[in-house]
């Protein structure tokens, strides 16, 4: 029997007939963004105090961890992942090829893509509520929209696909989607907030502010915080004038605090705000915002910010990241002392924020990377349990990787990280997560052909060093500030002059009252007429009404002038 086995196997003839169970493999293209050493922890147990500060031991490898010890393995998925069964939804398909999730499964922090763009410091990171797209800040003054569906699965080719500067030389704080996904804030250094549709096209301005949050349940309206010690609520379809202002007084007499940051809680009847001054509110909304329900003094150092309030999803528990170096779990219920206080982690950016997982189990946030005796540091991701906050994992990047940003998706279950390098670190596990980064890479790279090749390098430029300056070719590649430069020079673009008559400046509308009052008193329009109509038009006046000539009037005499004779009269 087996050899016959063995011989219809030889022959290609099927074995078995009915629909057959689809084998679950790994891509190779998966195995190429594994993490070296990567370790799989489980709920354990920690022995690190609280205060201490948390140091990490370098490994043979980039990816340096903390072990703990692991308990045994229970029936219920670590995570707190809602298992997908494909039915039903735009991504099925998808779902019906992913391997259900497994008990004692690992943190998403097996594998990586890097997503690399930005110069500088990437401060502010969101992803809308599908997690197809990806929208980031960064010091570089860019915002860049990147879409797991568009870019190329090749090395190099994850690109995004629209960069633009929101609010000029002003560094990016905050980004947040509405919960319809449709929309996005973005927060810069200016006085002015923007309001960007899901392509990146701009909507409108509201008012200045620091912070932002969207409300959970209304697609319309956002909270705001500013550092004119007010937190302001928004309707979209009003962007000239705000519905309500929370003005957040200070607790020292007679003087205002700057707010950093703010957050409704998921059913969208609190809303909590923490200050420069350590200080951290919680109001109602359903009251008339006079004064806070709830207030903590001393949540965090004073003169430090802080980057982040969370709430949980049952709104009893706030979490919150200070630039102290400190994450604090507060009871709602309870609001007088933290119930929880993380050990010290570094922190160098005042947008390092923390979030909750997915099952509400484990805190993620960053770790700066403090410089040691060798004079070199690692940051990285630090994941906290929520009962104790102790640490159960910490996961080292490369050396001078500060860790701003963290974003953990609860529908692909992946993590975003905004480093201080300008990198988007996108951290997933081939079992447990989906689409996302695995969407990226299951894209076949393109291959190179002779239409892909730019004129440029089928014909190379020849070098001619001492040719006159008409014949040289100008091969310094323009940058995107000498483009933007050479698009306003009206010469090089050959654009028309604009009317000067009309309201404004230049025939364009939009100049300010100063500039009418000083255009009208310097302009002088007595060169432009003739003298002596200018004086014949009084010839009327001064005759029906002589003011100056009545005195006389009857004393002087008739003029008497000489006839004009016709001509052709003899």
């Not at 379809?237 to 003005?247: G, L, S």
């Not at 003169?303 to 979490?319: A, I």
Request: overall charge negative.
């Amino acid at each position: 029997m087996a050899d016959d086995q063995e011989l219809w196997a030889q022959m290609g003839m099927p074995m078995n007939f009915g629909k057959q169970a689809k084998k679950k493999s790994i891509p190779r293209n998966f195995e190429q963004t594994k993490r070296s050493e990567a370790n799989i922890p489980t709920i354990g147990s920690s022995t690190e105090d609280p205060g201490e500060e948390i140091t990490s031991s370098a490994g043979p490898s980039g990816a340096h961890t903390v072990d703990v010890d692991m308990s045994t393995s229970t029936t219920q998925n670590t995570l707190g992942v809602a298992k997908d069964d494909g039915d039903g939804g735009e991504d099925s398909d998808f779902a019906e090829e992913e391997p259900e999730f497994d008990s004692g499964e690992s943190l998403p922090i097996t594998h990586e893509v890097l997503l690399k763009d930005h110069s500088k410091v990437v401060s502010a990171l969101a992803l809308d509520p599908s997690g197809a797209r990806i929208v980031s800040g960064s010091h570089d003054y860019d915002c860049k929209l990147w879409d797991f569906g568009g870019m190329g699965g090749g090395v190099g080719e994850a690109k995004p696909f629209k960069t633009w500067e929101p609010a000029g030389t002003y560094y990016v704080h905050d980004l947040k989607f509405n919960p319809a996904g449709d929309q996005f804030l973005v927060v810069s250094g200016t006085l002015e907030p923007k309001l960007y549709d899901r392509e990146g096209n701009e909507t409108g301005h509201v008012g200045e502010l620091t912070g932002c949050a969207w409300h959970p349940r209304d697609a319309n309206t956002f909270i705001t915080s500013s550092i004119d010690s007010t937190i302001r609520i928004w309707d979209v379809e009003d962007k000239r004038k705000q519905k309500t202002v929370i003005v957040v007084k200070s607790k020292e007499r007679g003087t205002r605090t700057k707010v950093t940051s703010c957050a409704y809680s998921h059913d969208g009847k609190l809303i909590a705000g923490a200050c420069l001054d350590g200080t951290l509110n919680l109001w109602p909304t359903s009251s008339n915002f006079v004064r806070p329900s709830h207030t903590v003094y001393d949540a965090h150092a004073k003169g430090t910010e802080t980057g982040s309030v969370v709430f949980s999803v049952d709104g009893r528990t706030v979490l919150t990241r200070g630039n102290d170096d400190f994450a604090k779990l507060w009871d709602v219920r309870s609001f007088k002392k933290p119930i929880f206080t993380s050990p010290k982690i570094p922190t160098l950016y005042p947008e390092t924020n923390a979030a909750f997982s997915p099952d509400e189990k484990f805190i993620v946030t960053g770790s700066a990377a403090s410089k040691t005796e060798g004079g070199v540091g690692r940051g990285g991701l630090m994941f906290l349990r929520r009962d104790g906050l102790d640490v159960e994992k910490q996961v080292d990047f490369e050396v001078n990787e500060t860790v701003v940003k963290v974003v953990w998706h609860s529908k692909i279950n992946q993590i975003l990280c905004g480093l201080s390098t300008g990198t988007i670190r996108l951290l997933y596990s081939p079992n447990t997560s989906t689409n996302g980064a695995k969407l990226l890479l299951n894209k076949h790279r393109k291959r190179a052909t002779i239409e892909s090749y730019s004129a440029s390098l089928l014909q190379p430029n020849i070098i001619t060093p001492h040719a006159l300056p008409m014949f040289r070719d100008d091969t310094d590649r323009m940058t995107k500030r000498k483009r933007e430069r050479e698009r306003d020079d009206p010469k090089k673009t050959r654009k028309p002059m604009p009317p000067i008559s009309g309201p404004g400046r230049g025939g364009r509308v939009g100049a300010s009252a100063t500039q009418h009052v000083v255009q009208n008193l310097v302009r002088d329009s007595t060169r432009d007429q003739d003298p002596r109509e200018a004086l014949l038009k009084y010839a009327d006046m001064a005759e029906k009404d002589p003011k100056f000539t009545a005195a006389w009037r009857e004393n002087q005499p008739n003029p008497v002038f000489r006839e004009e004779e016709e001509e052709g009269e003899t």
